[in-house]
């Protein structure tokens, strides 16, 4: 029983790392007052960029860096558009999405096929590091928001950017480095998927959980543990829909594979229904002087 | 000498002259009061010295020195200090955090302790206190801009500029801020003060400075004028406070109230168990704080939030009634909200004008509105309320507050109302408008129609109303007629002090 | 300028739809200005014969995009390969057809004259039992169907029982716990009967033999596969095969990770994975081919077809990866001669009883 329990919480927190990851980027955005629909997008573009840079130069980490740097580019792409043309963020963020979608298919298939990465990253108690990693960047969001300096910025560029601006400080600034950022580490949680968990890309192999990070950080309340919540929620629900496939005959298999979204809406129905949006969520901000 | 002056300060936007040649100076260790109605330049001039609008002529001198203030940061280092009428508060922040988020220091990780101790220092000093580790949030308005005087003070500001500080403040507030700014003069602080309610001008103000259309009309000292000038001055023309009521024609029980419970929008009951009772020909005033219950209360009567209880108009049972079937009976709503719940901003103010009766026949061709009619009722009622605007096509966010208020006012009031509500009927009007629309309301009542003024402006609720009743935590809390009131009795009951209150009466009798 | 920059974005959008997503696209192209006329000139002479097949018109409906890579372009180069090989022949094909369309779309071929209608995909078969009652000189072809219908549609299926009865023995021979793990994308008929297959197939080997199936609901997303191998370990398993498209990715590797065998389907999986020691193949496309011909020769029968081994559609690939000398020579020649038996003509199904 005990030893049961133990591996379902192991292949729940392996598992859940990737949407850890994304989740942190989506809320990051959300947190400065950026919806970010856009996250499925830019994690797909993570996923080849992570495969085909880790087969190139043999090295996972290296692989992981370019997909954050790719990703960011389009995180800064997705701040421009919204920052100095105020377009629609919902829209654009399905834009996003489509484009990743599309771009992502027509390169592997003309150039990458099938490409294995190769090699993966290094383990620790049965562990990939980067797991680690991303549960020392809750923490690091933590600190960051709360002990920092740039959290209370961030934290009220969210809120009410005019106070940010009539301070002296950019909300442009501080909007563009929370795009890069989030993009970034949504790009480096499509990584891990493909060359951490797998080692090759597949289409559509992100399958939502751009969206379920939306939900992760809706469930947190915006905040880093909350975030971490979020995502054990939909891990939990994920590994018990295959347990239960496994283990009793009996299940539906409709049933158990509507499971982890059954146990999301449910959680955020039951905690976060009182959930107070950012004030400044998705709000185009215009400079006034 | 002059710690700050301003000389020949001319700002230009598009279309109008905001400041024309302004010079003013502001001393240490007095207030200085600018006084003018909206639109008077008061909120350019200020923009100007700290450093959000960039004057298109004109001199700063700090201490004798000539100064360019191009950013609210060289304001700052000037020792510039503002408080804007709009907090510049994150709520969900503490006041620590907002005080740390305004200080935008070079060190990455911030010292909460250490903010904190210097908050608590600064604010004993004062009296302006308040817990720093409080969510912004949670505090009272009062509270609120206590942080904003702290985030300027905590910056070593040696001149602080309050920009309508006393207009969302109840009067115990007002006066607990005056001791603050009292405080600050006497540690050698410079004060500009910025209002149009004349009784605390005179209260506070050492020199007055007042502007219209953005000149300089006069400047004096307090000790050597009287409100009645001053309100001349500001706006151009002569000015009586008293609302010319006609003789009082009391009918029968036009609302009656009993027992009514509501909750606001977070679930929190604000109306608890509220009786009261408005006759034809009255105009019952109801004061209170803001968040007493005035605002679910009136929801709750015309039927635009959930309530139990009972809720009579003219005698007839409306307590499950749809707000159309209300408004049917001969009731007017002046709501609070004017921006969300009066005007559709965006709509052309012809529109507005006929918001709640296009589908009346009288503008209607079949299931056509005529726009004709339409427009015939609009040009009448953009005359009769003289509503400042060239087209009646524009939307009426081109208008002024004062016009778009009276968009409201001149709708409600041409359905010749037997009921009105009138929620803060001049909120963010300026005096001339103010002044209009409380006539209005007068001459409503004088025509026999029952009404329920809510206000939390006590020379609004004392010179207009016939009967008061205090609203406190979700009752009436207390009644008086109009003779019997005055500050001292209202202020306490609005701060839920019955038994003091009661003491008032005792005295005077 | 935000104008132009919302033009720009539509455009990208429009590009990447057409580069990527097919089968989200939705429209369908009318049979007579047909997306792709694949008759190649060329080849008229390099052809068997003088005889002119002129009169012989291909009509393709697929429900996704003709260049997609994989499902509806497999069916598109089946249909064009058997053509060339016929001169005078032509194909046309509808692309991306929604469900509501594919019997308008049908009657719309039988109506321009031609002679084959090639649906290609189990979601067509309704829709072809339908029309082909109204034009029975027409010949109809349902691909990837468990039935068909006399006296003009063939459903054809490509033996996934077949598939899954070798994958089962394959398993069945190399596990130690008994236990076999089948992870499959959606509970679908080709994927009941390969499951079916797979359960038969490795009752034949060890009746005491238990398979547990577990379904990923999705045929992209490889980390699933993964989880569903996971839990599969969990329940005391020690070999997995996989029919789930890109999704099967995700078993393989996941058995790599585990340390539990694999053995593949459908493609040479033996490539995804050291685990992986044989691959049991379906080539589809053959299948598909090899039915348009008979059609243009008028030697496809109608009803229910299943195209395995025999067709050359199932084989078996050369063992691999590092179990792939588990299997005893005579359990390899137990395998080997089960597919020479199906090769032969013998229905697995006959075996188990």
């Not at chain 2, 209009?436 to 109303?465: K, N, P, W, Y």
Request: net charge negative; aromatic share 8%.
């Amino acid at each position: 029983m005990a030893d049961s329990i133990i591996s379902f919480l192991a292949a729940m927190i392996r598992y859940s790392t990737p949407l850890l990851f994304v989740a942190l980027g989506v809320l990051v955005m959300e947190v400065s007052g950026i919806v970010n629909m856009g996250a499925e997008g830019m994690m797909i573009i993570g996923c080849l960029t992570g495969v085909v840079v880790t087969h190139h130069l043999n090295n996972a980490w290296l692989g992981g860096l370019a997909a954050m740097l790719v990703a960011g580019l389009f995180g800064l792409l997705f701040g421009a558009l919204v920052l100095e043309f105020r377009i629609n963020q919902t829209v654009l963020g399905v834009a996003f999405n489509l484009v990743g979608a599309g771009l992502t298919t027509t390169l592997n298939r003309a150039f990458f096929d099938g490409m294995n990465a190769g090699t993966t990253y290094g383990s620790f108690l049965g562990f990939p590091i980067p797991t680690y990693i991303a549960i020392g960047l809750v923490i690091l969001a933590w600190v960051a928001m709360y002990k920092m300096k740039i959290g209370v910025q961030m934290r009220s560029v969210g809120e009410n950017p005019v106070v940010v601006e009539s301070v002296g400080i950019s909300v442009k600034k501080l909007r563009y480095i929370a795009c890069a950022a989030g993009g970034a580490l949504v790009g480096f949680g499509g990584a891990f998927l493909s060359t951490g968990i797998l080692s090759q890309f597949t289409e559509n192999m992100t399958d939502g959980r751009g969206f379920i990070a939306l939900a992760a950080v809706t469930f947190g309340k915006y905040t880093p543990f909350g975030t971490l919540g979020g995502v054990l929620v939909f891990g939990i629900g994920e590994t018990l829909s295959y347990r239960l496939q496994a283990g009793g005959g009996a299940f539906p298999y409709e049933f158990a594979l509507m499971l982890p979204y059954i146990l999301t809406v449910l959680a955020l129905c039951a905690f976060s229904r009182n959930a107070k949006d950012p004030a400044a969520l998705g709000v185009p901000y215009v400079k006034s002087h | 000498m002059n710690f700050i002056e301003l000389k020949e300060i001319t700002k230009i936007y598009p279309g109008t002259v905001a400041c024309d040649k302004v010079s003013v100076g502001f001393r240490r260790g007095e207030v200085h009061t600018l006084l003018g109605e909206n639109g008077a330049g008061k909120s350019t001039l200020m923009n100007v010295l700290y450093g959000l609008a960039k004057p298109d002529g004109g001199t700063i001198f700090v201490n004798g020195k000539e100064t360019e203030i191009d950013s609210p940061k060289t304001a700052i280092a000037c020792g510039v200090g503002m408080v804007h009428q709009h907090f510049m508060l994150i709520p969900t922040l503490t006041v620590v955090e907002n005080v740390i988020l305004s200080l935008d220091e070079k060190k990455a990780f911030i010292d909460k302790k250490r903010v904190a101790a210097r908050i608590l220092e600064i604010s004993q000093k004062y009296g302006l206190l308040v817990d720093p580790y409080a969510k912004v949030s949670s505090l009272t308005v009062g509270q609120q801009q206590r942080v904003e005087i702290l985030k300027a003070l905590y910056k070593n500001c040696d001149l602080l500029v309050l920009d309508e500080p006393t207009a969302v403040l109840t009067p115990q507030e007002i006066r607990e801020l005056f001791v603050a700014i009292r405080n600050l003069i006497a540690e050698d602080k410079a004060v500009i003060f910025i209002s149009h309610k004349l009784n605390e001008v005179m209260e506070i103000s050492k020199v007055i400075t007042i502007l219209h259309l953005g000149k300089v009309v006069g400047s004096v000292n307090a000790c050597d004028t009287n409100a009645r000038e001053l309100a001349s001055m500001m706006v151009g023309k002569e000015v009586s406070f008293e609302v010319a009521r006609g003789e009082q024609k009391l009918g029968g029980t036009m609302l009656e109230v009993k027992d009514m419970h509501a909750k606001d929008s977070k679930g929190v009951e604000t109306v608890r168990g509220l009786n009261m009772q408005v006759r034809a020909g009255e105009i019952y005033g109801i004061a209170g704080v803001d968040g007493n219950g005035q605002s679910e209360l009136i929801r709750g009567i015309v039927g635009l939030c959930k309530k139990t209880g009972t809720v009579l108009i003219g005698g007839e049972d409306m307590s499950k009634s749809t707000p159309r079937q209300i408004l049917d009976k001969g009731v007017a709503h002046i709501p609070e909200d004017r921006q969300g719940m009066g005007v559709v901003m965006k709509m052309p103010i012809r529109n507005n004008l006929v918001l709640d009766t296009f589908y009346d026949e009288k503008f209607t061709k079949g299931v056509f509105l005529d726009w004709k009619k339409v427009d015939g009722q609009a040009g009448y009622l953009i005359e009769h309320y003289g509503i400042k605007t060239p087209d009646a096509g524009n939307p009426v966010s081109s208008l002024s507050g004062g016009n778009q208020q009276k968009v409201v006012v001149a709708r409600e009031l041409d359905k010749q109302p037997r009921l009105l509500f009138a929620v803060h009927p001049t909120r963010g009007v300026d005096i001339g408008a103010t002044q209009f629309i409380h006539e209005q309301i007068m001459a409503a009542r004088d025509a026999g129609c029952a009404v329920v003024l809510v206000s939390t402006e006590l020379d609004e609720i004392i010179s207009l109303s016939d009967r008061i009743g205090v609203i406190y935590e979700g009752v009436i809390l207390g009644e008086m007629d109009r003779k019997d009131a005055n500050y001292e009795r209202l202020g306490l009951l609005m701060a839920g002090k019955r038994d003091e209150a009661a003491q008032t009466v005792g005295k005077e009798g | 300028m935000k104008k132009v920059f919302a033009l720009a974005l539509s455009l990208m959008m429009v590009v990447s739809l057409l580069a990527g997503c097919g089968g989200s696209g939705g429209s369908s192209n009318p049979p007579a200005s047909g997306g792709g006329d694949a008759q190649q000139p060329g080849d008229a002479q390099t052809s068997s014969g003088d005889t002119d097949y002129s009169n012989v018109k291909i009509g393709l409906m697929l429900s996704g995009s003709a260049n997609d890579g994989g499902w509806s372009q497999m069916a598109a180069d089946a249909a064009n390969a058997a053509a060339e090989k016929y001169p005078g022949a032509t194909v046309n094909y509808s692309e991306s057809i929604p469900a509501t369309d594919f019997e308008s779309t049908m009657r719309g071929y039988a109506d321009a004259g031609y002679t084959i209608i090639v649906s290609h995909g189990a979601e067509f078969l309704d829709a072809a039992k339908l029309v082909s009652q109204e034009y029975p000189d027409i010949t109809f072809i349902c691909t990837s169907a468990q039935s068909g219908q006399e006296p003009n549609l063939t459903g054809i299926d490509f033996a996934t029982f077949q598939l899954g009865f070798l994958n089962g023995v394959a398993c069945a021979m190399a596990t130690e716990t008994k236990k076999i793990g089948a992870v499959g994308s959606n509970e679908i008929d080709s994927i009941i009967a390969w499951a079916d297959g797979v359960r038969a197939g490795a009752q034949y080997v060890d009746p005491e033999c238990e398979v547990i199936t577990v379904y990923t609901g999705s045929y992209d997303d490889a980390l699933k596969a993964k989880q569903a191998v996971d839990a599969l370990q969990q329940q005391g398993v020690d070999i997995v095969t996989q029919n789930a498209d890109a999704c099967g990715v995700g078993a393989v590797q996941e058995c790599d990770a585990l340390g539990l065998m694999n053995v593949g389907a459908v493609s040479d999986q033996t490539l995804l994975g050291e685990s992986c020691f044989i691959s049991v193949i379906q080539d589809a496309q053959l299948g598909i081919e090899v039915a348009v011909e008979q059609a243009i020769e008028g030697t496809v029968e109608p009803g229910f077809v299943s195209m395995g081994a025999s067709a050359g559609v199932i084989t078996l690939t050369d063992y691999a990866g590092k179990y792939a000398d588990l299997l005893t020579d005579e359990e390899k020649t137990t395998l080997q001669n089960l597919w020479q038996q199906s090769y032969d003509g013998v229905d697995l199904e006959t075996l188990v009883k």
